[in-house]
């Protein structure tokens, strides 16, 4: 369904010395309690049981990925996760979803190099009947022609937009992959191409099913809350009597031959935006012993604001929008892949180089001893919140598991991780970070190329080794069973109660409110202060002032610089953050508690003293406007910007967040220092923890680092809404579009407004979820696109209602005409009631998925804050929604007649305005050279 890269990637981070490291990685990373079996068959068995949640994971990861593609069908391993969730002898298709969305939970794949997963999150009462599902698809799937081409076409749609249409996804995707490996199968990547997908047959998938999906070479790992001798039983019954074939299963033993000689290619390609650098070095399989020092190597390099790739080539010398690093383990050679987005008008030499000195520094000098201690924290912090839930404590183990072939490979990897010196991390580049081990890749815009050039493409090498799929014999063709012959399913058990967080709220004496929920399960606490205000109140011709605003907060107070900021927060092992909304602005990090106090004296200072520096504000104004640039090139960005122009015309939502090029370059410092007054005062912020901290001990801090915070006398000015505009029609004709992005949207509601929930529920069954009607019409019945959607965003002021999905371009107006007809349905018949009760489902799962991690309840009463709804809605969401009934949705859907909404679609025009012309024939056309998001007309 959705693709991943490759393996698990580990952010780095350390402490004052190896020792210290060591001790406190002990302390504040416990390994993870399982517990393991092998049944006779060779399936590969694991529980971790945790009562504290009312959820349980499951997830079945099958050692078998890109890399097992065979001959001349790359992004067969992909296509075929798709087709997993289709028929079984016993489950119709899609029922998967029906068995997770449908009662609160969801479900997912992805596919790696090395691997294929299978994974779902349900409330605990229904796991027997997910166990009896995954045994079904394991042993027994059904592939029939027609599922087979609307998931081929999905595939290629998901091509589409993840290759084609988005900026750089080439880079990654194709490029990356195929000049990393002169042998390997790895170099064909993961999601293959067109050509390959369209020569894909039925007897194909069977064939590969037959091969690899069986029980000795998959892993089960069942996380959350359970009875494990009843767990234990019910794998018996539905896992221990699929037969284990008597044949060996194919490995693919190729050897990547050590890199000797620089490689260096130059490619010009459409819908760049910035030319970008990508340099990559093979590395070790990742149960190497030197992973662990190249964990901290690849910290030093990227993680965080501190780190030497930001600190150099993006803030000090500017060369670039933004620089970073993979860290891409694999069961056989990896990467470390560096690369940067080279700033609007700077020299693509000059970031390759600056890239190669920062290598050449691991090399030549060992890192500071401060680099280490924060690396190994921030290692630490991550290694917490990867532990927060169910889900996550499966994720790292399975992986371990398939990448390492050792359950405890994660936690053996942190205990290294917490003895690496800072000669291995010198040792380590000196031994895989060669001048001459490097592949680099400069991609430039098509418009740059020179005339009369030859350049060298990057192809799939012809020495790549991979081998035909030879079907195993005596394949069984599977069918659906007679409705009156399928094994039904076992009914759902007992619920299992859920334990919802309680805020405590108190409020200093200069009205700053001070929140608190307490989760004592992990040592670690998520600060957030949120402040009413944000962009709604920047002026019209100041767009992305508040936003703007935001980024500065964390470059430089009056005592200490950017630099120092990032420094001291991330060698505590956390980062911080600041970002801006409509109706206000926010200021978060995560941290182990046992650092909350020295990281909320940063967290407090930044907040009341920022300094708001000259040579700032142009270092940020330039950041802001490549980051516009990258986005505008997206098609679906870009429609997505364009419609909230359309619905708001001329109000305070209307203009985009992060800005326009013009805008951000007219912003000076007494705009910015404007945007912070409008928001950030003690009597219209609230200070939210969350975590490993008592109420009594948050006020306490509150009361040290705020209490002297005092609010201006004058009350700021109030945003008031304007009506919207009348409904429109637009094309953004953008002829190298490598797909259509498309939008329908119309004005919506308040946050506050009663119709709120019901309005909701509503959308949901227009567009929430993988079972949402506009998801099934465009991709399930007719793999139109990788997905189809909508959402309600409601503020403080009345929002907006939008549907959205992405689409080749010559599809874009059929598209447009199935999400109109599905808004106008809403209104036309009331929802039934089996249909009606999955969505509230749908609402109430994600919101319990929501409260589980400190971040996520912090995140929702940070919300709350913002849209003026009292904190105790976390207590009465669940409630609200499923008090909505059919009457009430009928009742809401009016706000999703598609009569008041704007159509946008943004892409190669020629391909589908004439049929859209058809349907609307007043669309408006606008080129791309000629779209102006700063003006209520769109045009300059």
Known sequence: MKRAFSALLLASTPLATPAAAQTRAAAGVQPTAFTERTLSNGLRVFAIRDTSTPNVAVQV??????????????????????????ATR???????????????????????????????????NHLQRLLFAEADRMASLVVEPTSFASERDVVKEEYRQGVLARPYGKLFSTYMPALAYSRHPYAR??????????????????????????????????SGNFDAAQLNRWIDQYFAKIAKPDRAIPRVTVVEPARTEAVTRTVYEPNTPLPAVLMSWHLPP????????????????????????????????????????????????????????????????????????????LRDQPVTTA???????????????????????????????????????????????????????????????????????????????????????????????????????????????????????????????????????????????????????????TASLVASGGAAGDPADRAGASSLTADLLTKGTTTRSATEIARAVESLGGSIGADASRDGASIEM??????????????????????????????????????????????????????????????????????????????????VRAAYARTWRPDRAALVLVGDITPADAAALAERQFGAWRAPAAAPAA?????????????????????????VARPGIARADERYYPLAVANTVLGGGFSSRL???????????????SGVSAGRLPGSMTARTQTKNTTAAEVVTLIAAEMARMGSAPVPEAELATRKAVLVGGFGRSVETTGGIAGLLGDYVLQDVPIDELQRYTGQIEGVDARAVQAASALLDPKAASIVVVGDAKQFLPALRKAYPAVQVIPEAALDLGEATLTR
């Open 61 to 86: 990861w099958y050692d078998v990925g890109g890399k097992d593609d065979p001959a001349g069908r790359s992004g067969f391993a992909h296509l075929f996760e798709h087709l997993m969730f289709k």
């Open 90 to 124: 016993n489950l119709v298709p899609e029922q998967m979803d029906r068995l997770t969305e449908d009662v609160g939970g969801y479900n997912n794949a992805s596919t790696g190099d090395d691997y294929t997963n299978y994974y779902e999150l349900v409330p605990a």
């Open 189 to 222: 990547g993961v999601i293959g191409d067109i050509d390959n997908l369209d020569t894909a047959s039925i007897d194909d998938v069977r064939a590969f099913h037959a091969t690899y999906y069986r029980p000795d070479n998959a892993v089960l790992v069942v």
């Open 286 to 361: 990742d149960r190497d012993p030197d992973v662990a020092a190249l964990t901290v190597l690849n910290a030093v390099l990227s993680t965080g604001e501190s780190s030497r790739l930001y600190e150099s080539i993006v803030y000090r010398d500017q060369l670039a929008q933004s620089a970073d690093t993979i860290l891409d383990l694999r069961q056989g050679t990896g990467n470390l892949v560096v690369f940067a987005m080279i700033a609007g008008g700077k020299d693509v030499d000059a970031g390759e180089t600056a890239l190669k000195r920062e290598i050449a520094r």
């Open 371 to 525: 680099e280490l201690a924060e690396a190994k924290n921030e290692i630490l912090t991550t290694a917490i919140r990867g532990r927060e839930t169910a889900e996550g404590k499966a994720s790292t183990l399975a992986n371990s598991v398939i990448i390492d072939g050792d359950p405890r490979a994660a936690d053996k990897q942190l205990a290294a991780i917490a003895t690496v010196t800072a000669a291995d991390v010198q040792r380590v580049a000196r031994r895989y970070l060669g001048e001459q081990q490097a592949a680099t890749i400069r991609y430039l815009p098509a418009e740059q190329m020179p005339n009369n050039v030859r350049l060298i493409p990057i192809t799939i090498a012809p020495t790549v080794q991979v081998a035909a799929l030879t079907p195993p014999p005596g394949i069984a063709v599977v069918t659906p069973a007679p409705a009156a012959e399928r094994f039904a399913l076992p009914p759902p058990a007992a619920v299992v109660s859920a334990n919802l967080p309680n805020p405590v709220e108190t409020k200093l004496a200069n009205g700053l409110r001070v929140v608190t929920v307490e989760r004592h399960a992990l040592p670690l606490v």
């Open 590 to 671: 995560t941290v182990k508690s046992d650092q909350l106090a020295p990281a909320m004296t940063i967290l407090a200072d930044v907040a009341q003293h920022p300094a708001f520096a000259p040579e700032e504000i142009e270092r940020a104004r330039v950041q802001a406007i490549d980051g516009v640039t990258v986005a505008m090139k997206n098609p679906a960005q870009l429609a997505g910007l364009v419609a909230n122009r359309a619905v708001f015309g001329s109000g305070p939502y209307a203009p985009p967040l992060e800005g326009t090029p013009t805008s951000l370059k007219a912003l000076q410092q007494a705009d």
């Open 719 to 743: 945003v008031t809404p304007v009506a919207p505009p009348a409904p429109r029609i637009v094309v953004v004709d953008v002829p190298s579009a490598g797909q259509a992005g498309v939008v």
């Open 775 to 789: 998801n099934q019409e465009i991709r399930i019945k007719r793999g139109l696109a990788y997905g189809a959607s």
